[in-house]
């Protein structure tokens, strides 16, 4: 159970710069998850830990060693692919014990460990069948297997999941955290999907174009985003923004105007001085903060374009007068399908806002 | 750009362990004796003496009425043979490609078969075949198409109907392979949305199967033009480049110059260039005229 | 208009086609015309196969004169062949050349196809890009300075001087290294985790894995070393190292040629390649399908 150092990790494709310099600690047995666009980096920065790909340049610890030069078979750490990555001619048997007879360990030693893993894991019954004879859920547990045999320090995960439908998904979701109860080891987990994000992580990294945008635990970057992309990034369906503009300071609190709502003024318990008056920022609130009129700060109408009643819950689609999108979510109401507009509340408890540059104020 | 790290230097190691065997020996025997032949072409001289000559020996091509006799024949079997065959696979293929078809697999095997059979174990059997009374004067004899037996191998002209043959006989098959197999990667909903639109028979086969076969056909064009540049085997187990000269081939010639004769490697290094030439040449070519009608 | 008007409307027009007798009719014989044709190259593949096996039950004689009927001359001529030519010996030696060859093609040539593909770096592209562009360069341009190379190192009469031109066949690179961009490269990543060195990977993972191209290239490499004629009629010229191939070219360049015989050498040369066909049929059209995709 190690834990894990980044100092100042950069990557290179040529003149293409990925990772662009990043700063993580990992503590042992924590189970960190890597989000954020495609293309952001996620893969090659866990890649990087791996050892499948060279750091161009800055400091990998893992338990206290540089691992900068390691062979990937050296640094104590096994990694579950997105495609699986089973080896097509050899038995699920064959497949977990591949890694351990490259060890040179002894046949009844390989044979134990197989065992362990396959009762932990419950293929059993699929020892001894090859790879194209099992179903994506039962491949992606013997890809799992084949990690848990060698009993490594940090087990990598790369989008394992994604290929999987989504009963299946929720399944082996459960599945992983429960080997993490079981087995206490350090994890590192990338993937696309926010729920698997929010239910697995002990801290979740939010990368964008190569650098850390926001590290914290799941619930912290929800209710406390730094930066506009963080808080866009993360909460399902997306955060709302509003374009606005600072009207006026008032003991302690800031008031801003929104743009698209007719001058509709908020007045937010913001301490941040660098916000003058006249500037451009951005309002945010979630989906599911928006209250009913009255019961806010401030209210706003909206027209409707479209409902989607989901049951308990029912997602609006809305136009600011000034045209912005809005997405308001409301709970056990069913009348809103006859709608043209509807008048809601902000709660500045409840509402983010963020400067042009994206950085939140608070 | 920074030092590299132990990971890339191995992977930069092992990348160049991998290929190395291959580039040394295609060093070897393909760079050296290319490079050896260009150089060969600028001398003079026969046997081991040589001695620099400079543009003697391509002044020398344009005066050799052997090896323009070559080249002419060359060229002929090229722009009769290669679009023979090419059409002759084309045709075959869209037959074979009808599922409805009864007996296909035994006439996609039937068809394909020639091009196993080693070039010498057919041109001999075609040397015996099309002897002065083998079985084919017989067969027409018999069927009364010709009166007196046609002396195949003994005439310019139908020694080079002969060899022709002999080629479009072997590689056909080997044609309508790469025909089938892409015609089989193409949509069937196409044809069918075409067939629901009305277009016929041929203007399917016109306006879908041969735009979408354009690659595979230039692919094959392509190779069929270098093999028939190449044409040794045939002509010398069926004809030896006769009778007087009239299936000399640029390899035949090549050959004869270098170990029929007194060898002159300098000049055959410059015929055999000229093959190079040619294959760029022609290659490029084709690759227009494919990219163009896109 | 939506598809559904288009097929209502058409739908009559189709229906009138099927029930007018004259387009009935050009369709038989437009079907009878393909069954023509097809037959008709069906019979000239084969009849060249037939005769070889006809004319090698008859005597020389009867060859000439084209008997097209079985004969009893067989067992003559089979006689005839093994005392003319020293057969087991010619035989091995093509198979020794085919086999050596083809084996060692393999190796090497798919160690470099592995390599151009899964090492990838700009230097070792731009030397790919340079042996695509040789792969049109004939052979006869290579055949006199490699002559003369065998000439100086001493080996001509040698299967060396056979053997190491062919070894590394840019084809056959190209084929693998075409076949490999199919080899999921997270298969290596996953063994380089499991502690493999780079060797062990090819040797243990992508040999395995990619085994029916290899069975597909060795076909392809396999006949094209047992029917190789000019590069072993230049370099071998002495008669116990002659090929089978070579034998029977110079039998039937005899002044009167004994068809008869030769063409048992012929059914003995083409046997080899006619069984491996039948047995991988499948493969070898696979395999060609390979180096053009
Ligand atoms: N071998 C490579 N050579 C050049 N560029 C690369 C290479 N591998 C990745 N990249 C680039 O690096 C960037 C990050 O890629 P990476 O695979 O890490 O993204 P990702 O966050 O995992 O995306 P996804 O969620 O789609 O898997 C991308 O822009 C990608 O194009
Ligand atoms: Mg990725």
């Known amino acids: 159970m190690s834990n894990l150092k980044l100092r100042g990790i950069r990557k290179a494709f040529g003149n293409l710069e990925v990772i662009k310099g990043v700063d993580l600690d990992i503590n042992s047995s924590e189970f960190v998850v890597f989000v954020g666009p495609s293309g952001c980096g996620k893969s090659t920065l866990l890649r990087m830990i791996a050892g499948l790909e060279p750091i161009t340049s800055g400091e990998l610890d893992i338990g206290g060693e540089r691992m900068n030069d390691v062979d990937p078979s050296k640094r104590g750490i096994a990694m579950v692919f997105q495609t699986y990555a089973l080896y097509p001619h050899m038995t699920v048997r064959e497949n977990m014990g591949f890694a351990l007879r490259f060890a040179g360990k002894p046949k009844d030693e390989i044979e134990k460990q197989v065992k362990e893993a396959s009762r932990i894991l419950e293929l059993d019954p699929l020892l001894d069948r090859l790879p194209k004879q099992l179903s994506g859920g039962q491949r992606q547990r013997v890809a799992i297997g084949r990690a848990i045999v060698r009993h490594p320090q940090v087990f990598l995960f790369d989008e394992p999941l994604s290929n999987l439908d989504a009963e299946l998904r929720v399944h082996m979701r459960i599945e992983i955290a429960r080997l993490h109860k079981e087995l206490k080891a350090t994890m590192i987990y990338v993937t696309h999907d926010q729920v698997e994000a929010m239910t697995l992580a002990d801290k979740i990294v939010v990368l964008r174009e190569g650098e850390i945008a926001q590290v914290g635990a799941p619930l912290q970057l929800y209710d406390n985003p730094d930066n506009l992309f963080v808080a866009g990034f993360i909460g399902s369906p997306k955060m709302n923004f509003m374009a606005a503009e600072v009207v006026d300071r008032d003991n302690g609190k800031l008031v801003v105007a929104l743009a698209n709502h007719g001058g509709t003024k908020v007045a937010l318990p913001i301490a941040d001085s660098s916000a003058n008056k006249g500037d451009k920022v951005t309002l945010g609130v979630r989906p599911e903060h928006f209250a009913d009129a009255g019961k806010g700060d401030s209210d706003i109408t909206v027209g409707i374009d479209v409902a989607e009643h989901l049951g308990q819950t029912s997602y609006l689609y809305a136009r600011a007068p000034g045209g912005e999108q809005l997405i308001i979510e409301r709970e056990e109401s069913r009348d809103h399908g006859a709608l043209d507009s509807l008048t809601v509340a902000i709660s500045a408890r409840h509402a983010f806002l963020f400067d042009a540059a994206g950085k939140r104020l608070r | ?294 | 208009m939506s598809t559904l008007d288009q097929a209502t409307e058409l739908s009559p027009a189709i229906a009138a086609r099927r029930s007018n007798p004259s387009f009935n009719l050009l369709a038989l014989v437009s079907r009878g015309l393909v069954y023509l044709l097809l037959s008709i190259a069906a019979f000239v593949s084969i009849f060249p196969f037939i005769w070889m096996f006809v004319s090698s039950t008859n005597t020389a004689a009867d060859v000439l004169t084209g008997k097209a009927t079985l004969g009893n001359a067989l067992w003559a001529n089979i006689v005839t062949f093994f005392t003319t030519v020293d057969a087991p010996r010619i035989f091995w030696n093509s198979a020794f050349l085919a086999i050596v060859g083809t084996v060692l093609t393999l190796i090497i040539s798919s160690l470099a196809g592995y390599g151009f593909e899964m090492f990838k770096s700009r230097f070792r592209e731009k030397i790919f890009g340079a042996l695509l562009l040789m792969l049109s360069i004939p052979f006869a341009a290579l055949m006199i300075p490699l002559f003369i190379m065998m000439a100086n190192l001493k080996l001509i009469n040698t299967y060396a001087a056979i053997l190491l031109p062919a070894i590394a066949s840019i084809f056959i690179i190209f084929y693998f290294r075409q076949a490999t961009k199919a080899f999921p490269s997270e298969l290596r990543d996953a063994a380089r985790i499991d502690g493999l060195k780079e060797w062990q990977i090819f040797l243990y993972v992508y040999l395995p894995v990619m085994r029916s191209t290899y069975a597909a290239a060795i076909i392809i490499v396999f006949m094209a070393n047992w029917n190789n004629y000019l590069w072993p009629l230049i370099v071998l010229q002495t008669n116990e190292q002659k090929t089978i191939t070579l034998v029977i070219q110079s039998l039937s360049s005899a002044y009167y040629p004994e068809w008869g015989v030769i063409m048992v050498g012929t059914i003995l040369a083409t046997l080899p390649t006619l069984l491996i066909f039948f047995v991988l049929q499948r493969r070898f059209v696979e395999g060609m399908l390979g180096a053009v995709k």
């Open chain 2, 1 to 294: 750009m920074a030092a590299q790290t132990k990971l890339e230097r191995s992977e930069q190691i092992n990348g160049w362990l991998f290929v190395m065997p291959a580039l040394v020996l295609l060093g070897l025997f393909m760079v050296y004796p290319i490079v050896w032949s260009l150089w060969m072409s600028f001398q003079t001289g026969r046997g081991m003496n040589f001695s620099f000559g400079g543009f003697a020996n391509i002044v020398r091509l344009t005066q050799d009425p052997i090896f323009l006799r070559a080249l002419g024949n060359t060229f002929t079997f090229l722009i009769i043979q290669v679009p023979i065959m090419l059409v002759l696979a084309l045709l075959f293929a869209t037959a074979l490609n009808d599922t409805r078809l009864w007996g296909r697999g035994f006439f996609r095997t039937a068809i394909f078969l020639p091009c196993i059979t080693s070039l010498v174990a057919y041109s001999i059997l075609f040397k015996s075949m099309f002897a002065n009374d083998g079985v084919i004067n017989d067969f027409l004899l018999a069927s009364g198409l010709i009166a007196d037996p046609i002396p195949w191998l003994g005439d310019p002209f139908w020694a080079k109907v002969v060899v022709i043959s002999a080629i479009t006989w072997r590689w056909t098959g080997y044609n309508m392979i790469f025909y089938l197999a892409a015609m089989q990667n193409i949509d069937r909903s196409i044809y069918e949305a075409a067939r629901i639109d009305g277009v016929p028979a041929w203007a399917r086969f016109w306006y879908i199967t041969v735009p979408m076969l354009k690659p595979v056909i230039l692919f094959t064009s392509v190779i069929s033009t270098i093999g028939t540049l190449q044409l040794f085997d045939e002509v010398n187990v069926l004809t030896l480049g006769g009778p007087s000269d009239s299936t000399l081939t640029l390899s035949l010639y090549i050959y004869n110059l270098t170990f029929k004769f007194m060898p002159n490697f300098g000049y055959a290094s410059t015929v055999s260039y000229v093959i190079v030439v040619l294959v760029g040449i022609l290659s490029f070519l084709q690759f227009l005229v494919a990219r163009d009608r896109r």
